[in-house]
Nanobody
Framework: QVQLVESGGGLAQPGGSLRLSCAAS????????MGWYRQAPGKQRELVSN???????NYADSAKGRFTISRDNAKNTVYLQMNNLNPEDTAVYYC?????????????WGQGTQVTVSS
């Protein structure tokens, strides 16, 4: 079973930065699309950003200009550099990977990492 393991969450002050990492294990092929979602208390899970194997990226409006997503295809690892954080960024951040292999769609989730932005 493929596992996505996140790291890098924690507490940051408003205006500060955090870098999230997500590594896929137990996998023998390159994941198609990797990305990050977040879920704040009482809210639905929402897409923050994703990136395909070719490096094309997609960002939520709230992340544009502040967050940067990148990936290492050889390591099946995705990163999210978050700058100029504000309290509205407080949420559990989930790594996601999806795509198609051998005619079947796959969709994997990490366990989530807490990001708290507070002074």
């Amino acid at each position: 079973q493929v596992q996505l393991v996140e790291s890098g969450g924690g507490l940051a002050q408003p205006g500060g930065s955090l870098r999230l990492s997500c590594a896929a294990s137990r996998i023998i092929f390159s994941l198609d699309i990797m990305g990050w979602y977040r879920q704040a208390p009482g809210k639905q899970r929402e897409l923050v950003s994703n990136i395909n194997r070719g490096g094309s990226t997609n960002y939520a409006d709230s992340a544009k200009g502040r967050f940067t997503i990148s990936r290492d295809n050889a390591k099946n690892t995705v990163y999210l550099q978050m700058n100029n954080l504000n309290p509205e960024d407080t949420a559990v951040y989930y790594c996601n990977a999806y795509g198609w292999r051998l005619g079947s769609r796959y969709n994997y989730w990490g366990q989530g990492t807490q990001v708290t932005v507070s002074s």
